[in-house]
């Protein structure tokens, strides 16, 4: 599976950004897909994750009610809506697919990684 992360800019806060993980080589239909994020020296976090198959999600404590994960079947892509930015959203973000069916927070358990797209929120 090649992802391939776009969407990232740069938002002021309270605004909103809209990032896209499409996939080739294979689909995703029996993949958990997650999105995760690293600001500079810091460790790499969990954001959001979908499974693709029931469309289960999951999201990190400081995203809920602000950041929304989907998926398009027709396009092979995961989007994360990402509303109310604020600068502590400031990272480097990265979709991840692994096979499991459970929608993992640890980035160590997934396989597959997209190149990243920075996103910079300013004040």
């Known amino acids: 599976v090649q992802l391939q992360a776009s969407g990232g800019g740069m938002a002021q806060t309270g605004g909103s950004l809209r990032l896209s993980c499409a996939a080739s080589g294979r689909a995703f239909s029996r993949y958990v897909v997650g999105w995760f994020r690293q600001a500079p020296g810091k460790e790499r976090e969990f954001v959001a994750g979908?499974?693709?198959?029931?469309?289960?999600?999951a999201y990190a404590d400081s995203v809920k009610g602000r950041f929304t994960i989907s998926r398009d079947n027709t396009v092979n892509t995961v989007y994360l809506q990402m509303n109310s930015l604020k600068p502590e959203d400031t990272a480097k973000y990265y979709c991840?697919?692994?096979?499991?069916?459970?929608?993992?927070?640890?980035?160590?358990?997934?396989?597959?990684w997209g190149q990243g797209t920075l996103v910079t929120v300013s004040s």
């Open positions: 979908i499974r693709w198959s029931d469309s289960s999600t």
């Open positions: 991840a697919a692994d096979g499991a069916w459970r929608i993992s927070y640890n980035w160590r358990t997934y396989t597959y």
